[in-house]
């Protein structure tokens, strides 16, 4: 009785080995599978339908938002709307003009007078929407 209860432990202790032995190796592989997938730039392959990556996102929207204040901070010290290398000389600008922000990825164009200005977010993919600031504040694709 001893000798078969002995067997049943040392089976049950190779069946828990092998089970946690298969989890660890499934998780090596998606991690694998995980970074494979990544781009060099920090973004995701985008497979279609897919639900684990993430849709383009409007982060573009967001560097215009600041870029937006950017402007009117420059305005008020300067008496005159500047371009995008004056607010990156200024540290007001993650990127100068026709530069790439290095966080959106997108290049940002700005055509500016003393009185107004246009600033154009272009993203890296032709599957982003680009967007265009204009000194009223509003923001259209």
């Known amino acids: 009785m001893a000798e078969k209860r002995r067997r049943r432990h040392w089976a049950e202790w190779i069946a828990w080995i092998a089970a946690g032995?298969?989890?660890?190796?499934?998780?090596?592989?998606?991690?694998?599978l995980f970074f494979a997938w990544r781009q060099p730039s920090g973004g995701y392959h985008d497979p279609p339908g897919s639900w684990f990556f993430p849709p383009p996102s409007p982060s573009g929207l967001q560097v215009l938002k600041s870029l937006r204040n950017a402007e009117e901070v420059?305005?008020?010290?300067?008496g005159r709307y500047g371009g995008l290398d004056d607010l990156l000389r200024e540290g007001m600008s993650p990127?100068?003009?026709?530069?790439?922000?290095?966080?959106?990825g997108c290049t940002f164009r700005c055509r500016y007078?003393?009185?107004?200005?246009?600033?154009?977010?272009?993203?890296?993919?032709?599957?982003?929407?680009?967007?265009?600031?204009?000194?009223?504040?509003?923001?259209?694709?």
Not at 24 to 29: D, P, R, S
Not at 74 to 78: E, I, L, N, P, T
Not at 95 to 104: C, D, R, S
């Open 95 to 104: 990127a100068g003009e026709g530069g790439v922000e290095p966080v959106t």
């Open 113 to 141: 007078s003393a009185t107004a200005y246009t600033i154009i977010a272009v993203p890296r993919r032709d599957d982003m929407i680009t967007y265009t600031l204009a000194d009223s504040g509003n923001v259209t694709p």
């Open 21 to 32: 032995s298969l989890l660890l190796w499934l998780c090596g592989v998606a991690l694998l």
């Open 74 to 78: 420059y305005r008020a010290k300067h």
